[in-house]
């Protein structure tokens, strides 16, 4: 059965995606220049809308590019698209380009960023998995040094993942743990990582090169409230090795079990007992909070 096109925002205008086209021109093309947000819909409602927004401003921000529309004008953007697509649960992709410029880095020569809007859905591990949970190995790919480009900024290239997403598919892994310029744990290829030993919760810090996700922040939001403690650490392979349970953070993974690191199993390499918990904490809180969305 065929299925609706998608309705997608550019600059500007709600088309159709056969018309949703950007110029080869465009330095987001060219030299991956621009940056990205991800996020979920639930039950009608967008999750951390405000969160993602002000992150997509700051990394903006941070690589001198101007994003053409202001922070109301996005959010309601986002929310028209999800409408226009009648979409109850799913992903938004918000991408801002440098947009056309001549053959040359300059991003001074592009008068204008573009605003691409994509809601639609995504499926990033099979569902069993969520239940069986994932196989991690060590990538041999680093996170770069926060001098070299800051883990913070959603960049449009993602080159240094997806040369760790490729070592994990080969391994017959689906994530990875990727380590930072000195060895310690910094995230995963596109998920944050939490370990839990003895009670207590364990992630590395932000300084350790890993991104400051917004799944993570919430994860830890539900966590208190379960009365556990969290802290956040300068993590080690090892740490991850004798850990009793294993999970990871991410808007599209939300929030799945690590069962298997470097082929020693995690705990008793099932998905833990807490772990089933904070998910199922999770689920409850994004099904219940969030921006709604005013379908026509
Ligand atoms: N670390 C990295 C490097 C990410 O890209 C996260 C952590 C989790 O952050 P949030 O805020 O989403 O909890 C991300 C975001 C994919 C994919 O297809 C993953 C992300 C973004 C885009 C695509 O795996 N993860």
Do not use: W
């Amino acid at each position: 059965m065929a299925t609706d096109p998608l309705i997608i925002y550019l600059d500007g205008k709600l088309v159709p995606e056969s018309e949703a086209k950007i110029s080869v021109f465009d330095h987001g093309l060219l030299y991956g220049d621009g940056c990205f947000e991800g996020i979920r819909i639930y039950n009608g409602r967008v999750f951390r809308l405000t969160e993602h927004l002000k992150r997509l401003y700051e990394s903006a921000r941070s690589i001198c590019l101007t994003i053409p529309i202001d922070f109301a004008e996005m959010e309601k953007a986002t929310l028209d698209t999800v409408a226009a697509n009648h979409l109850r649960d799913g992903y938004i992709r918000l991408v801002v380009t440098r947009g056309v410029g001549s053959l040359g880095l300059n991003p001074y020569q592009c008068p204008k960023a573009s605003v691409i809007i994509i809601a639609s859905g995504i499926t990033l591990y099979p569902k069993e998995k969520y239940e069986t949970g994932l196989n991690l190995i060590t990538c041999a790919t680093r996170r770069p040094a926060s001098a070299a480009l800051s883990p913070q900024v959603k960049s449009l290239n993602y080159l240094n993942n997806i040369m760790a997403k490729i070592e994990c598919i080969q391994a017959g892994c689906e994530e990875g743990i990727m380590l930072n310029e000195q060895g310690y744990v910094a995230e995963c290829t596109g998920d944050n990582v939490f370990i839990l030993k003895n009670g207590q919760i364990y992630t590395p810090t932000i300084a350790s090169g890993a991104l400051n996700g917004i799944t993570r922040m919430a994860v830890i939001e539900v966590m208190q409230e379960m009365g556990l403690a969290i802290h956040e650490v300068t993590m080690t392979r090892h740490d991850i090795y004798t850990a009793d349970e294993c999970f990871l953070t991410g808007t599209a993974a939300e929030v799945i079990p690590a069962v298997q690191y470097d082929r020693r199993p995690i705990g008793d390499g099932k998905p833990g007992r807490l772990t089933t918990q904070i998910i199922a904490n999770f689920k409850a809180l994004a099904n219940s909070t969030g921006t709604p969305v005013v379908y026509s």
